[in-house]
Every structure is written in structure tokens, then in C-alpha cells.
């Protein structure tokens, strides 16, 4: 995640995928997320449920303040660059830890890796019956 850093202030950040420009969103962050990730933050800033099935990036705006408000999902071969555009110091941050601070002007590039995670379960689990059973949906 991109985040601003300033209270009550939002944060430009220019998008490019694959190289070619897309937009500048005005927003309080940008998130980029997994469908692993995708019911953790980004699913509160309203971005859809991914099933972890995809190989993709879900790129989710942080209370924009424009027109374009919309998660984004891209297929997990795109390369996203953000550019931090603007005066105002960004925070980025990977599962609410903050790993670096970027100044007007710096990029950062995302990309899916290639290496899929692997996950220790110890009982079969079926995400749209864990995702039931979460959300306390019933049945239909």
C-alpha cells in the first residue's frame, strides 16, 4: 500500500500499467493486493473479494477524491509504476507494517511474482464456505 502520511491531506499518484499511462488518482493511498490480500484491507476500502484461484493484482483507491473511484483488477503479468507526484512524503506499507517512506518524484513498480505461496492447512478449507462462515451468509 501507498499511503499519505499527513492527516487531512491527499496524495497524488500517478499510475502507469505496462508502461503506458493510465491516471493520476487524488486519494488518501493506493492499494496493490493479491487475492490472498484481497479480503484484508483492500475489501474495506470497498475492493471486491478475489478468489486466491486467480492470478491477479487488485489495485484499490483509498477514499478518492475523483470521479474514478474504482478497484482495478489486472491480470498478475502487468507491472504497475506509481509515481509520487505532488509535494507531500508517502508512506508504503505491506500488511500494516511500514517499510518505506517515498518523497515527491520517486517511483515504486509492482508485479505479482512468478513463485506461488504456499499455505500449511491442516483441515481441507473451501474459500466460499470460509468466506459463508465469515460473513455469516446463509444458504439460499
Known amino acids: 500500500m501507498v499511503e499519505k502520511r499527513e492527516a487531512g491531506h491527499t496524495v497524488r499518484l500517478g499510475v502507469d ?38 492470478r491477479a493484482i487488485l489495485m484499490t483507491p483509498v477514499s478518492p477524491h475523483m470521479l474514478f473511484d474504482r478497484s482495478m483488477v489486472l491480470d498478475a503479468r502487468e507491472l504497475v509504476r506509481i509515481e509520487i507526484l505532488g509535494h507531500r512524503h508517502v508512506n508504503v506499507a505491506t500488511d500494516g507494517d511500514l517499510v518505506h517512506t517515498l518523497k515527491p518524484g520517486d517511483v515504486i513498480e509492482v508485479r505479482a511474482a512468478q513463485e506461488v505461496a504456499r499455505f500449511v492447512r491442516f483441515e481441507e478449507q473451501r474459500f466460499h464456505q470460509v468466506l459463508k462462515t465469515k460473513f455469516g451468509l446463509s444458504d439460499r
Open 17 to 54: 500499467i505496462d508502461k503506458a499511462p493510465f491516471t493520476t488518482y487524488a486519494a488518501d493511498g493506493l492499494i496493490l493486493a493479491t487475492p490472498t490480500g484481497s479480503t484484508a484491507y483492500s475489501m474495506s476500502a470497498r475492493g471486491p473479494i478475489l478468489s486466491p484461484q486467480l
